[in-house]
């Protein structure tokens, strides 16, 4: 999947599904734009794409803040006049909590970073997409379709993901802009590591998750970028506006959530 000459835009790049998409667009010879707003692990993304032979650059920028992103937009299209692909990675999952219980603060927090970066994002890269067309890849959830309990915030963020692109899709597909997700599942990742360390037994927590994936095991962040590759790459120029799991049968399953 030939990426050469492509300017590549991965938000969230300074870790997990985020730098393993911007690794995987590296080494199709895409110009990749790490952006991030923990300038170090960022930095640190960008730094070793480039010691591989890869072509990239970091820009430090909270993706939940309309003029960090216009900036970043501007600054990502100078790389050559264009912007040719947009990965929205960036998120978080927020506090553990029913709506009664999680303050407002939270919920806005959440919401900004999961799913107002999406619709920011977009608004100020498509412009750059208009004259050649391009292709944007989302990071929904399998929390998109089916829910655990507590994690109201995020779970409604990471539905409406998968509804604005649908929405978006159809926007923008008479413009040669495929806007397309990925809903992952249960993916090894810092983040994931750090919830089963906080349940007290970080094996006993992973081997439960496992038990719960028809595959038998977590997903790991390449397997998630090796998706959202393709959908960015020429080979789905037909696909627009679908979500595809990558959650090792989960969503087949239909899995009931525990407390």
């Not at 930095?43 to 820009?59: L, T």
Request: proline share 3%; charged share 20%.
């Amino acid at each position: 999947m030939d990426m050469k000459d492509q300017v590549v835009i991965v938000t969230g790049a300074g870790q997990g599904i985020g730098e393993a998409t911007a690794n995987r667009f590296a080494a199709e010879g895409a110009s990749v734009v790490v952006v991030d707003k923990n300038k170090s692990t960022g930095n640190e993304v960008a730094d070793g794409i480039q010691r591989d032979g890869g072509k990239a650059c970091f820009v430090q920028a909270d993706v939940s803040i309309a003029d960090d992103v216009r900036a970043m937009a501007d600054q990502a299209a100078a790389v050559s006049g264009k912007i040719d692909v947009l990965v929205n990675v960036a998120g978080v999952q927020g506090m553990v909590a029913d709506v009664v219980e999680l303050p407002e603060e939270e919920w806005h927090r959440v919401m900004d970073t999961n799913i107002t970066s999406v619709y920011l994002c977009s608004k100020y890269c498509i412009p750059h997409m208009f004259e050649a067309g391009g292709a944007i890849v989302n990071v929904a959830s399998m929390q998109s379709y089916f829910n655990m309990p507590g994690s109201s915030a995020y779970a409604a963020a990471k539905g409406g993901i998968v509804s604005l692109t649908r929405s978006m899709a159809l926007d923008f597909a008479r413009k040669n802009i495929r806007i397309n997700a990925v809903a992952p599942g249960y993916i090894d990742t810092p983040l994931l590591r750090g919830f089963a360390q906080a349940s007290g037994d970080e094996n006993a927590a992973i081997d439960k998750w496992c038990s719960r994936i028809p595959i038998g095991r977590l997903q790991t962040p390449e397997e998630v970028a090796q998706v959202i590759l393709f959908l960015a790459s020429a080979k789905a120029s037909a696909v627009t506006g679908v979500t595809y799991p990558v959650d090792g049968g989960m969503m087949t399953a239909q899995p009931t959530w525990e407390a």
